[in-house]
């Protein structure tokens, strides 16, 4: 299972780090595919930010020098660091795990290759 947390309402500019804590037993250690995907309201699900099991990451245009995703050391938790945030950031933030298989560029933003997605957890950022 996978479970987030962190999200919150922040001005503009500010920074916010959601987490996403992975529990139960099966999870690949060394063979996964982690994504932050985020949506609002009537627009598909749009992958954020991604790490995978080599330690590579991805982000999408939108995001790059400002989101960062990584891995706490030994520990099945996973974080996205939000800095410098707009209001076009606002909305449901998930974590997700592609299980046996490593992130690529070419299809890392794809939800259905994701097998478990973790409930959400909501940023508001305001102008």
């Known amino acids: 299972q996978l479970s987030e947390s962190g999200g919150g309402s922040v001005q503009a500019g500010g920074s916010l780090t959601l987490s996403c804590a992975v529990s139960?037993?099966?999870?690949?250690?060394?063979?996964?595919?982690m994504g932050w995907f985020r949506q609002t309201p009537g627009k598909e699900r749009e992958a954020v930010a991604t790490i995978d099991s080599h330690g590579d990451t991805y982000a999408a245009d939108s995001v790059k020098g400002r989101f960062v995703s990584s891995r706490g050391n030994g520990e099945n938790i996973f974080s996205l660091h939000m800095n410098g945030l707009k209001p076009e950031d606002t909305g449901m933030y998930y974590c997700a795990v592609r299980l046996k298989g490593l992130c690529f560029r070419n299809d890392y933003d794809r939800p259905q290759t994701y097998h478990v997605w973790g409930h959400g957890t909501q940023v508001t950022v305001s102008s």
């Open positions: 139960g037993s099966g999870f690949p250690e060394d063979w996964f595919c």
